[in-house]
Nanobody
Framework: VQLQASGGGLVQAGGSLRLSCASSAFTSGYYAIGWFRQAPGQEREGVSMISSSGASTHYADSVKGRFTIFRENAQNTVYLQMNGLKPEDTAVYYC???????????????????WGQGTLVTVSS
């Protein structure tokens, strides 16, 4: 499974960005998708996750109410809509995939076998 994350950029605080994670393997929604981020000097952390069907989503407390994850299986793409961005959201964002992700561990790196390259999000104050 190859993943391609895109959509990062520079935005002012309060602004919005939409990240995309594309893969030919998303056809028929066989894979749960997670978004993770890593800020400079910090460990990578889970941000959000969507189940293979799209029926279940999870969010880190730090992004609840501001970020929305959704998928368009017909387009083989999962999106992370980020609104109300804050400087502390600055990080490299990664998408990851796996066929079996336990909901209680949805935001743990160890649940995901496949990873894309990161896309940099910079939020200026």
């Amino acid at each position: 499974v190859q993943l391609q994350a895109s959509g990062g950029g520079l935005v002012q605080a309060g602004g919005s960005l939409r990240l995309s994670c594309a893969s030919s393997a998303f056809t028929s929604g066989y894979y749960a998708i997670g978004w993770f981020r890593q800020a400079p000097g910090q460990e990578r952390e889970g941000v959000s996750m969507i189940s293979s069907s799209g029926a279940s989503t999870h969010y880190a407390d730090s992004v609840k109410g501001r970020f929305t994850i959704f998928r368009e299986n017909a387009q083989n793409t999962v999106y992370l809509q980020m609104n109300g961005l804050k400087p502390e959201d600055t990080a490299v964002y990664y998408c990851a995939a796996d066929e079996f992700v336990r909901s209680e561990f949805a935001l743990l790196e160890s649940e995901y076998a496949y990873w894309g390259q990161g896309t940099l999000v910079t939020v200026s104050s």
